[in-house]
């Protein structure tokens, strides 16, 4: 069943594939993940803290990008998301603003269905390597809080 939902997201994803045949024209604007570390508030509860996945990101300008992937998520599910990072703000080169986008997966919350999320975001970007920071906040007994890691990686970079 995994392995089927896998290959539907990568054939939705597929739309994606003329940006990074356009990376290869751009390769600075395209950042790639292996999905997330999630440190959960609520240690107790056994969620899974390696989140693995695939993930794009492609940068519109210093201040926006665009995202998508997949991965396995803290309930042991798999989930898609679709976003937008907006960071306005930098300080001492971290980038400070949020991603607003949607996930799907989470058992507890829709049924697993889709859902809009704000998540408030930091980013340190280097010339090949980068690192999404993310303040996933708690709802109620549905959607468990946690400090998110995401490291990415663009080639050829700027």
């Given at each position: 069943?995994?392995?089927?939902?896998?290959l539907?997201?990568?054939?939705?994803?597929?739309?994606?594939?003329?940006?990074?045949?356009?990376a290869?024209s751009?390769?600075?604007?395209?950042?790639?993940?292996?999905?997330?570390?999630?440190?959960?508030?609520?240690?107790?509860?056994?969620?899974?803290?390696?989140?693995?996945?695939?993930g794009?990101?492609?940068?519109?300008?210093?201040?926006?990008?665009?995202?998508?992937?997949i991965?396995?998520?803290?309930?042991?599910e798999?989930?898609?998301?679709?976003?937008?990072y907006?960071?306005?703000?930098?300080?001492?080169?971290?980038k400070?603003?949020?991603?607003?986008?949607?996930?799907?997966?989470?058992?507890?919350?829709?049924?697993?269905?889709?859902?809009?999320?704000?998540?408030?975001?930091?980013?340190?970007?280097?010339?090949?390597?980068?690192?999404?920071?993310?303040?996933?906040?708690?709802?109620?007994?549905?959607?468990?809080?946690?400090?998110?890691?995401?490291?990415?990686?663009?080639?050829?970079?700027?």
């Amino acid at each position: 069943m995994r392995l089927r939902s896998l290959l539907l997201t990568t054939l939705a994803l597929s739309p994606l594939l003329p940006g990074v045949a356009a990376a290869q024209s751009e390769p600075s604007r395209l950042w790639l993940n292996p999905g997330f570390y999630s440190y959960h508030f609520d240690r107790h509860k056994g969620l899974e803290d390696v989140n693995p996945g695939l993930g794009v990101e492609w940068t519109l300008d210093s201040t926006y990008s665009l995202t998508a992937g997949i991965f396995h998520n803290s309930d042991r599910e798999t989930s898609r998301y679709l976003g937008v990072y907006v960071m306005p703000f930098e300080l001492y080169g971290v980038k400070l603003g949020a991603v607003v986008g949607a996930f799907d997966g989470y058992p507890n919350f829709r049924h697993g269905g889709w859902f809009p999320a704000l998540i408030p975001t930091a980013a340190i970007e280097g010339r090949n390597w980068g690192l999404n920071i993310a303040f996933i906040p708690s709802y109620k007994d549905r959607l468990y809080g946690a400090l998110s890691f995401q490291l990415k990686y663009r080639f050829g970079g700027a």
